[in-house]
């Protein structure tokens, strides 16, 4: 898929990758893009994140977020803030039969999401976002993007 090598038939991808077009139902139910779904059979989480979007984890994953917020002091201010934001507004989500997952009523609002939404991958993990605040991101991002990645060393 993409520009990069497809592995053996059967085998999931290692990182998420891609943006996709995508409506929730009246229900608040969302589509994993086919191409991640494997990513998510032992369930997904869902939560706020950076930037008024939503992230969804593979469990394996958010199971490895939480054990590094463990190794860190619980009166660390930012550890705090941290929980309350993220692990506070998480939601366990498992896909239906067509690769749906529900988004509950708060996270739908804390992201704006009223009916069409990207989704877009995020290496570890998965974001979704209202589309007019994806194309802000974006034009927010883009004319410095090659400085940045200079900065880092990419």
Known sequence: ??????????SVE?????????SLDEKGRLAIPAK????FKEG????????????????????AI??????????DPTVQQFVHFVVGGAHEAEPDGQ?????????RQHAGLAGEAVVIGASRHVE????GRWRARLAEVGPAIGEKLAGLGI
């Open 1 to 10: 898929m993409g520009n990069r090598p497809q592995e053996a038939e059967g």
């Open 128 to 131: 979704v976002w209202e589309p």
């Open 99 to 107: 690769g749906r997952i529900v988004i509950p009523a708060h996270l």
């Open 44 to 63: 997904a989480v869902v939560t706020r994140w950076i930037g008024e979007c939503l992230a969804v984890f593979p469990t394996s994953e958010w199971d």
């Open 36 to 39: 991640f779904r494997g990513r």
């Open 66 to 75: 939480n054990a590094d917020i463990a190794k860190r002091p619980r009166t």
């Open 14 to 22: 290692r990182h998420f990758a891609g943006e996709f077009a995508h």
